[in-house]
């Protein structure tokens, strides 16, 4: 009898634990309004490919030529399978120095087949205010995801280059205008804001914490206190996770991820031959040829232990989890990537 694979059970046992308050620092949930990542991104030309370059792309054409006249050589009969025109982008931390090193995320934008083996020329990567920040360049690799049965599916149109990337101008963050600061929380939850103010008022009552427009928590700093100094104080308090229900689906890699607060209502789902049956109590199932029987108001735990006693596989999984969504019989939010 098939069984579900052993990583993908594990995934979804992992939040099974008993439900004890969990405690969580506040700089694992939120940020310093200001203090975020940028996002860059630049063109460039990947060369050195074994004939699975672009092939009508007069955009790499173009480029090629430029590239090559920058570097006083001309020349107008420029056309090569071993190029190919992509599209770099990066992440820029919030206190990138110069010199530092970032990852790059490279995509064709022309027809090439594959960018495996490629090197990256160097490339300017903009901001938002159109200003170069980093300087990519390098050779790709291929970034393969688990796909169902145990295969590897790397999609070869995009790569990565760890480290790829040099900063050339700081990023410098403005934060703690008139000796105040705002904590933003990354999934904005009303419980986990009153918690959060309860706890900055407990431990800074000079700073008056308060739930303030935008879905942000305003703090005024103490007085003989620098900002950096307050920063890194309130990014040590502990204050009770409250996390939503939530199961993540990623049906090209085939990964399920749920989380323990998960709960299912009375339902039936059938799919060719197999048949999951969530009730008050024992009904009988006659006739049928795989039945798994769950109580009301079930726990992920008897989901996953149901469904791998039946033999269901991944794809079966992720299909009765839509059918349960729309059901309204899954008490969580479905998320599908």
Not at 218 to 237: C, G, H, N, R, W
Not at 248 to 269: F, K, P, Y
Not at 287 to 308: Q, Y
Request: glycine share 10%.
């Amino acid at each position: 009898m098939k069984r579900i694979p052993a990583f993908i059970v594990c995934m979804m046992m992992l939040a099974l634990a008993a439900r004890a308050e969990v405690m969580v620092k506040l700089r694992d949930i939120s940020y310093v309004d200001g203090l975020k990542e940028n996002q860059l991104m630049g063109f460039g030309i990947v060369v050195g490919l074994p004939g699975t370059g672009d092939t009508r792309s007069a955009l790499t054409k173009t480029s090629l030529r430029n590239l090559l006249k920058n570097m006083g050589i001309e020349g107008d009969d420029i056309g090569s399978k071993n190029t190919a025109a992509v599209m770099v982008t990066a992440m820029l931390p919030a206190f990138a120095r110069v010199g530092d090193r970032v990852d790059i995320t490279v995509s064709s934008i022309g027809d090439a087949k594959s960018l495996e083996g490629g090197i990256l020329v160097q490339s300017p990567l903009r901001g938002a205010d159109d200003r170069v920040y980093v300087a990519a360049q390098g050779t790709l690799s291929m970034d393969g995801a688990g796909a169902p049965g145990g295969r590897t599916k790397t999609v070869k149109t995009v790569g990565s280059i760890s480290g790829g990337g040099i900063v050339e101008r700081e990023s410098l963050p403005e934060y703690g205008a008139d000796s105040a600061i705002q904590v933003v929380l990354e999934n904005w939850d009303f419980t986990m804001a009153s918690r959060i103010v309860k706890a900055l008022n407990d431990a800074f009552p000079e700073s008056k914490a308060a739930i303030a427009k935008g879905g942000k928590i305003k703090l005024v700093v103490p007085k003989e206190t620098s900002v950096d100094e307050f920063i890194a104080k309130i990014e040590a308090i502990e204050v009770p996770a409250s996390a939503r229900a939530r199961v993540v689906v990623d049906e090209r890699s085939g990964t399920i991820v749920m989380g323990g607060a998960v709960r299912i209502s009375e339902v039936v789902v059938s799919k060719e031959g197999m048949t999951v049956r969530i009730e008050k109590k024992d009904k009988g199932s006659a006739g049928t040829t795989s039945v798994a029987h769950i109580k009301d108001v079930a726990t992920v735990k008897d989901l996953v232990d149901a469904l791998g006693s039946i033999g269901a596989s991944t794809r079966d999984i992720i299909a009765i989890l839509k059918a349960m969504d729309e059901a309204k019989a899954l008490h969580a939010e479905l998320i599908i990537r």
